[in-house]
């Protein structure tokens, strides 16, 4: 095996240029510690982007995959295998979904989302009814239909043709999507319960509620992109439950699977029995080391003393986060729900979220951004109490730096 030195240097020789990584490389992590090549240790609020739900290297994960590892690791869908029903099963029992159709990532979750919303609308009312309306700001994934889709023109930008039939209407504003929603050809509405990459910005109880009631008088799906709010995150399963709003299609992705790649879209058997035999697929898709992976993750992420545990670690975090932010005027607000949290900078720290960012490495945690302004954070959902407090003093170092 080729175990050659390599260095952070090597990223611009060899690999496309499209992200730009931190100067250091982590090699190893456990719970919600991390350590680098030079064995230097960081505390862990990243959560490698609200999927190491679980934290790192954690015993029950660990052991679901070296179970199924040492058994059977790929079929393909020529046959079924006994992890992805049994997750299946599972997530129709913990949720309104009634079927369930696995991918790998989030984009490709939400690709078969949009997918099947328009051949549900194709099927039952004809082609014309093809229409989604998003919102501005909004993230769905990278491929053409789901950046299309998403709310972020920039990435979409040089890579049209776009497909068509997708309007944007305004986050938390039900008369912007009343201006675009018709029965003749609005197919569906898509939301994220909480926007992610774009602020960490909640939807408005009364928003989900109006876009429900907006969908059934248009016939439309109404489509939750949870992604990033799902499994735990808002210390409910689904974000949807906790606003008490049901969709017809759910994706769900990141924390699904722990830091293993896998991703599912729920919904209903009357909706889900458009995607009929040879209409969709993946070669991937319900690999049973993916599915052992997420099983575990579901089976002690549903647990309620986990999602309370959630809800006690975010106001630990929430506090600290804003209490450092009174102290030094960075923070006006502290938003989110759970363990996905947003760090509002305030008017004079406008554009430097990624400065805190950096200045969060020097000292020792790592944290994430959500565009300039907003400083995110998506640990594990079982980090140690005392790890939020270590992070806490780490960060509160950090923001003094980029203070002084
Ligand atoms: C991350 C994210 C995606 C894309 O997921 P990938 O696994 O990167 O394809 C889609 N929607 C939301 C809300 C996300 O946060």
């Known amino acids: 095996m080729n175990k050659e030195p390599v260095s952070r240097e090597l990223f611009d020789d060899v690999m496309v240029p499209n992200y730009a990584p931190g100067k250091i490389i982590p090699v190893r992590g456990e719970g919600s510690r991390v350590w680098d090549q030079q064995d230097r240790e960081f505390v862990d609020l990243a959560g490698g982007i609200a999927v190491t739900s679980l934290g790192h290297a954690h015993p029950g994960l660990v052991g679901a995959l070296t179970e199924q590892a040492e058994k059977l690791w790929h079929l393909s ?8 029903l049994r997750l299946a099963k599972t997530l129709c029992d913990l949720t309104f979904a009634e079927r369930v159709f696995f991918a790998n990532s989030g984009g490709e979750a939400n690709e078969a989302a949009f997918k099947l919303a328009r051949r549900y609308a194709w099927e039952h009312y004809g082609a014309d009814k093809h ?62 319960p909480i926007q992610g990459e774009s602020g ?19 016939d439309a799906l109404l489509v939750f992109d949870e992604v990033q709010s799902g499994v735990g995150r808002t210390g409910h399963l689904y974000a949807y439950q906790m606003y008490g709003v049901t969709p017809d299609i759910l994706s769900s992705a990141k924390s699904l699977g722990g830091g293993f790649p896998v ?14 035999m040879g209409t969709h697929g993946s070669t991937y898709g319900g690999n049973p080391l993916a599915c052992a992976v ?14 309370k545990g959630v809800t006690a670690r975010s106001k630990r975090l929430r506090d600290g986060m804003m209490a450092i932010g009174e102290r030094y005027g960075v923070f006006e607000q502290v938003r989110g729900e759970g363990l996905l949290l947003g760090c ?20 020792g945690v ?6 300039p302004n907003v400083v995110r954070l998506a640990p594990s959902l079982i980090i140690p ?16 730096t980029v203070c002084s």
């Open 77 to 84: 869908n020529v046959m079924t295998n006994e992890p992805a």
């Open 294 to 307: 997420a099983q575990k993750v579901i089976d002690t992420v549903s647990q309620p003393e986990i999602l």
């Open 200 to 218: 960490v910005k909640p939807a408005d109880q009364a928003f989900l509620e109006g876009l429900r009631t907006l969908c059934d008088e248009n």
């Open 385 to 400: 109490e005392s790890d939020i407090d270590e992070a806490l003093e780490r960060f509160e170092r950090a923001v003094k």
């Open 131 to 192: 229409e989604i309306i998003s919102f501005k700001q909004s993230f769905h994934g990278r491929t053409l239909f789901t950046v299309s889709v998403g709310g972020q023109p920039k990435y979409l930008e040089g890579f049209e043709p776009a497909p068509g039939g997708i309007h944007h209407a305004d986050f938390n504003d039900l008369d912007s999507v009343r201006k675009l929603i018709s029965k003749e050809k609005t197919c569906a509405v898509v939301v994220e």
């Open 263 to 276: 991703a599912a879209m729920l919904t209903t058997a009357k909706i889900a029995a458009s995607l009929g």
């Open 344 to 363: 509002v900078l305030t008017e004079q720290w406008q554009g430097k979220a990624k400065e805190f960012l950096n200045a969060g490495l020097d000292e």
């Open 366 to 371: 790592m944290v994430l951004i959500a565009g």
